[in-house]
């Protein structure tokens, strides 16, 4: 399997229909739909937002967030100076990594099981995402 977003893990996969604990940490197993990749640039962040599906079940909304921030040391260093350059080399491999995710794609992600109070339905926040 192919680390996409975080870390590796082996947790067994919880079947989508058998959802139904609100802040548990789940591991769900589908295909990807929906992707839309947006940038906060307030944030210094891009938001992916996709749903994960099987043949036998609703999809789940699913979405990532992938920080391009750049931590200031103190704010006179002279190591700071190329803060911008940093900002735009770190939103260009982030850019990079979460281009790597494809429709059609089967993965595994392991995340916390919420509700979304935005779009007002229950979401899984990915930590990780595997590519099996």
Same mark, same amino acid.
């Given at each position: 399997?192919?680390?996409?977003? #975080?870390?590796?893990?082996?947790e067994? %996969? %919880? ?5 139904? *604990? *609100?802040g ?5 197993? #589908?295909?990807?739909?929906?992707? /839309? ?7 210094? $962040? ?23 921030t ?5 704010? #006179?260093?002279? !190591?700071? /100076? ?5 900002? $735009? ?9 979460? !281009?790597?995710?494809? *429709?059609?794609?089967?993965?595994? +992600? ?13 979401? +899984?926040? +990915?930590?990780?995402?595997m /590519?099996?």
């Open positions: 399997m192919n680390v996409m977003i #975080g870390r590796c893990f082996k067994p %996969t %919880t079947k989508i229909n058998s959802l139904n *604990e *609100e548990s940490l789940v591991v769900i197993q #589908g295909q990807i739909s929906c992707l /839309e990749i947006l940038d906060l640039q307030d944030l210094q $962040a891009f938001l992916l937002t996709f749903r994960i599906t099987t043949d036998d079940t609703a999809p789940v909304f699913c979405k990532a967030y992938l920080s391009y750049v931590r200031l040391k103190n704010p #006179g260093d002279k !190591s700071n /100076e190329n803060a911008n350059a940093l900002k $735009a080399e770190n939103r260009k491999k982030v850019l990079r990594k979460a !281009s790597r995710l494809k *429709e059609g794609m089967i993965a595994m +992600v392991r995340g916390e099981y919420t509700f979304d109070t935005v779009i007002k339905e229950m979401t +899984v926040t +990915v930590r990780d995402l /590519e099996v």
